[in-house]
Each structure stands twice: as structure tokens, then as C-alpha cells.
């Protein structure tokens, strides 16, 4: 898994652009996730920052195991 996260503006067509820097990091056709918050004070988009940043830092390659777990379908 890998993510990045910026900030930008809706247009008022409805776009958002995505920062070249971002872009670069995402293959060709490869599917993203996009979730869009508003209204956060800088505090709480500091402190969200400040924990993804914790969050990703712990991550390492043996805990890909738990997304093929997530992937796959479980039976009852």
C-alpha cells in the first residue's frame, strides 16, 4: 500500500488537479482511492497528517500478508 495525500481546491467544474509530484508516483492505469474532507481547522488536518505520517512510518513489507487476508472472500 502506498499513499500520499495533498491539499487542493475544487474547481467549479468539479476537477481537482492532482500535483505533478503525486501523479509521477502512481503508475499508469493503476486504480486509486480518493477521499475528499472539508472543513478541517489546520489542527486537526495537522494531527491526521502527523498520524498517517506514524502509521506509515510502522509499515513494512511482511504486513502485506494482512492484505491478501482483506482481499480475499471468507465463506461463513
Avoid at 502506498?2 to 467544474?13: G, Q, V
Avoid at 476537477?15 to 486504480?31: D, H, L, M, N, Y
Avoid at 480518493?34 to 486537526?44: K, N, P, Y
Avoid at 502527523?50 to 502485506?64: K, M
Amino acid at each position: 500500500m502506498t499513499t500520499a495525500d495533498f491539499t487542493a481546491e475544487l474547481a467549479p467544474n468539479g476537477k481537482i488537479a492532482v500535483p505533478a509530484e503525486v501523479a509521477s508516483q502512481v503508475p499508469p492505469g493503476q486504480v486509486v482511492r480518493v477521499i475528499l474532507t472539508w472543513g478541517l481547522s489546520q489542527d486537526e488536518a495537522d494531527w491526521r497528517t502527523a498520524g498517517r505520517r506514524q502509521f506509515e512510518a510502522s509499515w513494512v513489507e511482511d504486513d502485506s500478508i494482512y492484505e491478501t487476508l482483506l482481499d480475499s472472500s471468507s465463506t461463513p
